[in-house]
Structures are given as structure tokens and as C-alpha cells.
């Protein structure tokens, strides 16, 4: 019998028993029970092909992503402490941030990430098709991605006002524009013309979806707070369901896919 | 459960209430849901005022005049007799183009669409030329500008005796 070290009696103290309901990962169960007893882990997949997992097979590109959005959660967390979305504030915040505070660079660390992020989900996707990942029985989990795409690049516009710069307000006084022209749902788009019985208008600036995401006609401050709640809590909790979902349905879908 | 109660509600009976609850759940939670979207649509807001007095035809020279633009949005020009309040919304995307008066002509920043005095668009994305708005006399001769009336030029509209002001 081999001489016992100090890692065998700390794993056979309670606290590390209480903790780690199994034994050493030496063999294939307990390898299993590393990832199905974990909550963080159980939404990975149990065993992976070591072809599925090399670097020029996945490019890490869904892990990046998943790396870059929980370092654009805990910055974006920590902007908060000094932001405050008020026509008043919200400028005069943003170059505190950059001037009165350690670490200015931080906001900047947050803006390079959500363009990174951008980027890494587009490539992510492109590794995705180029290897055939969204055939079954993986094509639900291709749908999912897609929204994933969507509300990232959604995450990206509604940060855009908060600076609450030139840039921002004509940002997104183009961007909801382009919400006015939404056919039947938008009083500038094809259709409102058609909703409307004589002097009545069915569709206008006053009951659009532009109003509802702007809460009025104008760029202005409820804009900035609608645009502060939708970035801040509302889309990253979506974003945050569905990440459990598009991991948990990679473990239900046989695995990351393999080359063939 | 006792051996009457067991008679009083069959298997029949029991999903019969169990249908009437569920949908009765389905349906407040439905009329919440739609409660929320109404919610999202404030009744009141804060947005400009849509109107406003613009003093005297007299206080106008010839040309574009942009005392009321950072205030209300609007350019007062008067060219050949008649004075209108012109928007300075770009009918591209709804950006707020500059007067180039070096250049006479209104020109947006975000993607260049260009515009003569008269609001006519001659460069650029814009679809379609500046709106105007509707434009009277008070009783007590002074201008009176209101935004919520709008005449197109693409529609023939600026024939309307609203759309300007004989000066």
C-alpha cells in the first residue's frame, strides 16, 4: 500500500467529502461524476471526442465567446457602481469613469469586449457551418445560436446610447428609425399607409414599436433609461437562459460534433 | 378523501375542473402578459412642445433662418415671397443635416444627403425632400408654427394655403 500524502487526508476530511461527493477523477466513473455532480459542469457534455476538442477542428470559439461575455458581465457590473442613466449624469459619468476613478481603462475594457464578442460569435458560427455542426441532430441547438447572434448584436446597440455622446443619440435615432419602418408595425413602414380608415390612424408615432422602445418620440431620457434596463438586465438574462440551454442541448446532442 | 367525497367527483368531473382551472390560469396569465405590453406605452410624456409662436413675419430676411432650430427643429425660410417652417429632420434616417450657407444647402452628417434651400434633396441616401410644417397667423398677426401638421412635397402637399405664408 502506498504511503499516504497531505492531499489523501485532506480528501478524506468531511469538509472535503461534504463537498466532493466522489472520488479522485482517476478512473472512468469518478471522471463522470466530476462533470454530472457539478452544477456548473453538468451542462457539458460527460465525455468529448479528443478529435472534437482540438483547437483547429473548434477554433475555442464558442468557449471564447462564453469567456468574453461573463468578463463583459463582471465589467459591465462594475461600470454600474458609477453610472447613473440620467440625461443629468450619464456623459458626465462616463468620463468619471475614465478620470476619476483607478482603472479607467475599464469602460474600455468593456467596449473592446463586446466587439470582440461580436466578432468571436460570427467566427463561431462560421466554424459551426463550415464543419457541418447544424445538421441533425443538432439543428435546434443552430436555431438557439442564432438568437444568441442576435441578442449579442442587440446587446451591442443598446449599450451604444449610454454613453449618452453625439455618437450615441444619433446611433440610435438611425437605429430606431429603422424600427419605424417595420412593415404594420412601424408608423413609417409599408402597411401603417394601409392601417389607417380616414382620418383615423391605426399606426402612429404615438403607439409604434419605436415609441415602445424609445418610451416617446424622441431620442431622449426614457430612451436612455429603456436602453439602460434592456442592456443592463433584461437582454443578458435572456442571454443567460439560453446559454444554459445551448450548452446543455451541445451535452444532449451527442457532444461537441467530431470530424468525420 | 372519504368514500362519499370519492362518489361526489368522478374521473369525468375532476378533469372537467381541472380543464376550467387551467385555462382560467392560462387566460389571467395572458391578460397580465398583455397588461405588461400595455404597460410599456406610458400615457403621458415629456417630448417637446409641438407648437410654438414664432414671432413676426417681419423679423424674417431673405434666406434661412435658424433661430428656432435647437429649440423646436425647424427652419424658417423665406424665398420668393413665401415664408415656411421647414423640419430639420433628414428624411434619410433622422439625423439633423447642417445649413451650409457658404454653400446654400442643408447637408446631413451621418450620411451626406444634400438638400437646396427650399428643402428639395439633390444628393445623398434621402428618399424624399424636408418636410414642412403647418405655418399661420395669429389674430394678433404673429407666427404660429405646429408640428403636428406635416405637408410633403412628394405628395403635393405644398400647395396646401398651410404649408406657407405669403410675405
Known amino acids: 500500500m502506498a504511503k499516504k500524502g497531505v492531499a489523501d487526508y485532506i480528501r478524506e476530511t468531511q469538509v472535503w467529502k461534504s463537498i466532493f461527493r466522489h472520488g479522485p477523477p482517476t478512473d472512468a466513473r469518478n471522471r463522470a461524476a466530476v462533470v454530472a455532480g457539478n452544477v456548473f459542469l453538468h451542462l457539458h457534455p460527460i465525455k468529448l471526442k479528443r478529435s472534437g476538442v482540438q483547437l483547429g477542428y473548434t477554433w475555442c470559439m464558442g468557449g471564447l465567446t462564453f469567456f468574453i461575455f461573463l468578463a463583459l458581465t463582471v465589467t459591465g457590473l462594475l461600470l454600474m457602481f458609477y453610472y447613473r442613466p440620467t440625461a443629468e449624469y450619464a456623459y458626465n459619468d462616463i468620463i468619471a469613469l475614465k478620470e476619476h476613478v483607478p482603472l479607467g481603462i475599464m469602460r474600455e475594457i468593456h467596449r473592446w469586449g463586446a466587439h470582440a464578442m461580436v466578432i468571436t460569435v460570427w467566427l463561431h458560427m462560421f466554424r459551426v457551418f463550415m464543419t457541418g455542426s447544424y445538421k441533425p441532430p443538432r439543428e435546434f441547438n443552430w436555431g438557439v445560436g442564432v438568437v444568441l447572434l442576435i441578442l449579442t448584436l442587440l446587446l451591442s446597440f443598446t449599450g451604444y446610447l449610454l454613453p449618452w455622446d453625439q455618437l450615441a443619440i444619433w446611433a440610435i435615432a438611425v437605429g430606431s428609425n429603422m424600427a419605424k419602418a417595420t412593415p404594420f408595425l412601424g408608423h413609417g413602414g409599408p402597411g401603417a399607409a394601409l392601417a389607417q380608415i380616414g382620418d383615423f390612424v391605426m399606426v402612429s408615432d404615438k403607439n409604434d414599436v419605436r415609441f415602445q422602445l424609445l418610451g416617446g418620440r424622441f431620442v431622449g431620457e426614457p430612451a436612455l433609461l429603456r436602453f439602460y434596463i434592456l442592456h443592463c438586465v433584461f437582454i443578458p438574462l435572456v442571454v443567460g437562459v439560453l446559454i444554459a440551454v445551448h450548452f446543455w442541448r451541445v451535452r444532449k446532442d451527442g457532444g461537441i460534433s467530431a470530424p468525420l | ?167
Open chain 2, 1 to 167: 378523501m372519504s368514500d362519499e367525497s370519492k362518489k361526489q367527483l368522478n374521473r369525468r368531473e375532476f378533469f372537467s375542473f381541472v380543464t376550467v382551472g387551467w385555462v382560467a390560469f392560462t387566460s389571467a396569465v395572458a391578460g397580465l402578459a398583455s397588461l405588461a405590453f400595455r404597460y410599456s406605452y406610458p400615457n403621458v410624456t415629456f417630448d417637446p412642445e409641438m407648437d410654438f409662436i414664432a414671432g413676426f413675419p417681419a423679423d424674417y430676411e431673405e434666406g434661412v433662418d435658424e433661430r428656432w432650430k435647437n429649440g423646436f427643429g425647424v427652419w424658417m425660410v423665406k424665398q420668393e415671397g413665401k415664408l415656411v417652417a421647414l423640419s430639420n429632420i433628414c428624411t434619410h434616417l433622422g439625423c439633423v443635416p447642417n445649413w451650409l450657407p457658404a454653400e446654400l444647402k442643408f447637408k446631413c452628417p451621418c450620411h451626406g444627403s444634400g438638400y437646396y434651400m427650399n428643402g428639395i434633396n439633390f444628393e445623398g441616401p434621402a428618399p424624399r425632400p424636408l418636410e414642412r410644417y403647418k405655418i399661420a397667423l395669429t389674430p394678433e398677426g404673429k407666427i404660429k408654427v405646429d408640428k403636428t401638421k406635416i405637408y410633403r412635397y412628394e405628395k403635393g402637399q405644398w400647395d396646401h394655403p398651410d404649408s406657407y405664408l405669403s410675405v
